[in-house]
């Protein structure tokens, strides 16, 4: 009898795992691809960079179920800063939302969807920042994370700094799905 249940134990969590393992969050775009450089377009214009400072097109599918807004946050581990480089902060993306426009970074543009907010990144102001490592260094990876929330507004304003948007993301999130490119100089 025992063994019996404990088969049957085994079977329903080899189910259930397999059904949560089908349902995938995914997040993709036609500009930028894991393992691979960023172009021109992604590189910052100032620090020493001559790029064009444009954010990449962004795609997702797959959020959970009970997703009611997403984020995106743009991040170098690699800077030599002791804490990384946060390049974008973007949130308050309703669940509707399913791509981020090629340039939605961009303040004056104003392409982004409506019901976001970007915030403060290390740049010390909101919207994209482009890739701009330090000339000779190391490879540095740029890790594009999109993040599926459980909440549909985070109570932040466009002041408020890449941690404390990190902080409210963690505490909020369903899922995340990540692209991480890589750019040198």
């Known amino acids: 009898m025992k063994s019996r249940l404990v088969y049957l134990l085994l079977v329903s969590f080899l189910f259930v795992g397999s059904t949560v393992a089908s ?9 930028i691809a894991d393992g691979k450089i960023l172009t021109e377009k992604q590189v910052l214009d100032g620090f020493g960079c001559s790029g064009s400072n444009i954010s990449p097109q962004l795609n997702w599918s797959g959020e959970p179920v009970g997703t009611k807004s997403f984020a995106l946050t743009v991040y170098d581990p690699d800077a030599p800063t002791g804490s990384g480089w946060w390049h974008w902060v973007i949130f308050n993306i309703d669940n509707n939302t399913h791509k981020l426009v090629r340039n ?26 482009g890739a701009c490592p330090p000339e000779g260094d190391k490879a540095h990876r740029y890790q594009f994370t999109l993040y599926a929330l459980d909440v549909e507004k985070l109570d932040l304003s466009a002041d408020s700094s ?11 999130m369903l899922a995340s799905a990540r692209i991480e490119a890589i750019y040198r100089r």
């Not at 890449?162 to 909020?172: I, R, T």
């Open 23 to 31: 349902e995938t969050f995914v997040l993709s775009s036609p500009d």
């Open 104 to 129: 939605a970074g961009s303040l004056k543009a104003k392409v982004a969807p409506n019901t976001s907010m970007q915030s403060r990144t290390d740049f010390g102001a909101a919207g994209f920042g």
């Open 162 to 172: 890449a941690a404390m948007v990190g902080f409210m993301l963690n505490k909020h």
